[in-house]
């Protein structure tokens, strides 16, 4: 069975930090891309961050510089590390499993296709 599993999520104050974790199961990291998007308040859905089968890196413009993503893939998983956040950071984020990319641009945070999605963590930036 395929699962994903995202922790870490919180409140902070603008400047701090969180690690987000993604547990996931039943699938190769091999073959398909992985990444982080996040659903605003908004209900915009963007594309933090992603990571491929080769490990090349994507960061939106919004959070380079600032956040890193990471796998173990000894041990299944992906991290997302959130350094300086800011208000505009506060949003649902989600682990999410390419079929077999991810794309950039999306209407909706929600599945298509074979992408596999966790249940999403909250993050929330205020002071």
């Known amino acids: 069975e395929v699962q994903l599993e995202e922790s870490g999520g919180g409140s902070v104050q603008p400047g701090g930090s969180l690690r987000l974790s993604c547990s996931a199961s039943g699938f190769r990291f091999d073959d398909n ?4 998007y996040r659903q605003t308040p ?9 990571i491929s089968t080769i490990r090349r890196t994507y960061y939106g413009d919004s959070v ?3 956040f890193t993503i990471s796998q173990d893939r ?11 956040l800011e208000p505009e950071d506060s949003a649902v984020y989600y682990c ?16 298509k296709y074979l992408e596999l999605w966790g249940q999403g963590t909250t993050v929330t930036v205020s002071s």
Not at 33 to 36: E, P, Q, T
Not at 96 to 111: A, I, M, Q, W
Request: glycine share 10%; charged share 25%.
């Open 42 to 50: 908004g209900n915009e859905c963007e594309l933090v961050s992603s």
């Open 64 to 66: 380079k510089g600032r």
């Open 74 to 84: 000894t041990e299944n998983m992906m991290y997302l590390q959130m350094d300086n």
């Open 33 to 36: 891309d992985m990444g982080w």
């Open 96 to 111: 999410v499993v390419g079929d077999p990319t991810l794309p950039v641009v999306r209407e909706s945070c929600t599945p």
